[in-house]
């Protein structure tokens, strides 16, 4: 049976009260940003290069000068690269609601354009953007009327104080799995290490999982469900190789500043102590190039004045959130289209 059109007046009576909720939460987190001295920043979406992360997907497009000679350019997957360009232009706390575009996402949980609430601290601990997050999630649910986050069965009090835990505690506590013994001290891993454990706790491989692939495969299969359920997760301190824009842990270079924030065991947010080091973030990046061309047969340019002002760039941290999802949580919708003024298509 065909599904009523989101614009059919009808089907638009049953959306409206999700989508009003929605610019109130908007509404309240503005004036919460402004209240913290951030700077509301307008990013330009066409860019060179899209994110140089070997699994984000983007849209391409030509760009036809004057002189009628195309150049290809991307919609970007985040607002990232210009964000931090500003940050080493002087500016210090940056905010931005922004559409982003990224192919090959299409579910309840993914629409291929959405808005990524993305913001900077200049000089200023990852940590911070933890409580950041916390605060924005009770906001939400005050400006949607609502004391609970929920989806499907789940449900998460963001009220209550956020659970904060290594990845490594909770593939332990979650999988049985020792994640830590599968990375050597140079940040490197061990495919094989980390493979032998997965199938000895029933988790089913393919011939060609990398490393990557099989921590994916276990984040997915026995981790995430658990997160997040309750109260909210901060699953912190990723390994250094699933964190290519991040810092390695002071204390443990395996281990990289880069956390996650869950609710009702959905991803809402990824945040990082931002990487400021523009000969390693081009290391970075060609392997993340090396293995999308392995994995998908093509690469993204890098952005060279991206690279260039890294060397700028204050010690930063970075947070980008799903704003459509949090939309979603706080007013119990279904799917992420239910959120959506106008859903794709």
Same mark, same amino acid.
């Given at each position: 049976?065909?599904?009523?059109?989101?614009?059919?007046?009808?089907?638009?009576?049953?959306?409206?009260?999700?989508?009003?909720?929605?610019?109130?939460?908007?509404?309240?987190?503005?004036?919460?940003?402004?209240?913290? +001295? *951030?700077?509301?920043?307008?990013?330009? &979406?066409?860019?060179?290069?899209?994110?140089?992360?070997?699994?984000?997907?983007?849209?391409?497009?030509?760009?036809? @000068?004057?002189?009628?000679?195309?150049?290809?350019?991307?919609?970007?997957?985040?607002?990232?690269?210009?964000?931090?360009?500003?940050?080493?232009?002087?500016?210090?706390?940056?905010? &931005? *609601?922004?559409?982003?575009?990224?192919?090959?996402?299409? =579910?309840?949980?993914?629409?291929? $354009?959405?808005?990524?609430?993305?913001?900077?601290? /200049?000089?200023?601990?990852?940590?911070?953007?933890?409580?950041?997050?916390?605060?924005?999630?009770?906001?939400?649910? %005050?400006? #949607?009327?609502? !004391?609970?986050?929920?989806?499907?069965? /789940?449900?998460?009090?963001?009220?209550?104080?956020?659970?904060?835990?290594?990845?490594?505690?909770?593939?332990?506590?979650?999988?049985?799995?020792?994640?830590?013994?599968?990375?050597?001290?140079? +940040? !490197?891993?061990?495919?094989?290490?980390?493979? /032998?454990?997965? !199938? @000895?706790? =029933?988790? =089913?491989?393919?011939?060609?999982?990398?490393?990557?692939?099989?921590?994916?495969?276990?984040?997915?299969?026995?981790?995430?469900?658990?997160? +997040? %359920?309750?109260?909210?997760?901060?699953?912190?301190?990723?390994?250094?190789?699933?964190?290519?824009?991040?810092?390695?842990?002071?204390?443990?270079?395996?281990?990289? $500043?880069? *956390?996650?924030?869950?609710?009702? =065991?959905?991803?809402?947010?990824? @945040?990082? @102590? $931002?990487?400021?080091?523009?000969?390693?973030?081009?290391?970075?990046?060609?392997?993340?190039?090396?293995?999308?061309?392995?994995?998908?047969?093509?690469?993204?340019?890098?952005?060279?004045?991206?690279?260039?002002?890294?060397?700028?760039?204050?010690?930063?941290?970075?947070?980008?959130?799903?704003?459509?999802?949090? #939309?979603?949580?706080?007013?119990? #919708?279904?799917?992420?289209?239910?959120?959506?003024?106008?859903?794709? +298509?």
């Amino acid at each position: 049976m065909t599904q009523t059109p989101w614009w059919h007046p009808d089907r638009h009576a049953d959306r409206r009260p999700a989508l009003l909720a929605r610019n109130r939460i908007q509404a309240a987190i503005r004036g919460w940003l402004e209240g913290e +001295g *951030f700077t509301e920043v307008d990013p330009a &979406a066409l860019a060179i290069s899209p994110g140089n992360e070997a699994h984000l997907h983007a849209f391409a497009t030509d760009a036809i @000068g004057n002189d009628g000679v195309a150049r290809r350019m991307y919609l970007h997957t985040s607002p990232e690269f210009a964000m931090k360009k500003l940050l080493a232009a002087g500016e210090t706390r940056i905010a &931005a *609601f922004a559409h982003v575009w990224r192919n090959r996402e299409s =579910g309840p949980r993914h629409s291929p $354009e959405f808005t990524m609430l993305e913001w900077y601290r /200049a000089q200023e601990d990852y940590a911070v953007l933890m409580d950041d997050t916390a605060a924005m999630l009770r906001l939400a649910c %005050q400006a #949607a009327r609502t !004391t609970l986050l929920r989806h499907g069965d /789940a449900d998460c009090d963001p009220f209550q104080p956020y659970e904060r835990l290594s990845v490594a505690e909770a593939f332990a506590r979650h999988a049985g799995i020792d994640l830590l013994a599968t990375i050597r001290p140079d +940040g !490197t891993t061990d495919r094989d290490a980390l493979a /032998a454990q997965a !199938t @000895g706790v =029933g988790i =089913g491989l393919a011939g060609d999982d990398s490393w990557s692939d099989i921590l994916s495969r276990v984040l997915v299969a026995r981790v995430e469900p658990h997160l +997040g %359920q309750g109260r909210v997760t901060i699953l912190d301190r990723y390994p250094a190789a699933e964190a290519a824009l991040a810092r390695t842990c002071p204390d443990d270079p395996r281990e990289a $500043e880069r *956390f996650e924030v869950y609710a009702c =065991g959905v991803e809402l947010a990824n @945040g990082f @102590g $931002e990487l400021t080091d523009p000969a390693e973030q081009r290391r970075r990046f060609a392997a993340e190039m090396d293995e999308k061309q392995r994995v998908y047969g093509e690469r993204y340019p890098l952005d060279e004045e991206f690279l260039a002002a890294l060397a700028l760039m204050p010690p930063a941290s970075g947070i980008a959130l799903g704003f459509d999802r949090l #939309a979603m949580l706080a007013t119990a #919708a279904p799917r992420i289209e239910d959120v959506l003024w106008t859903p794709p +298509g």
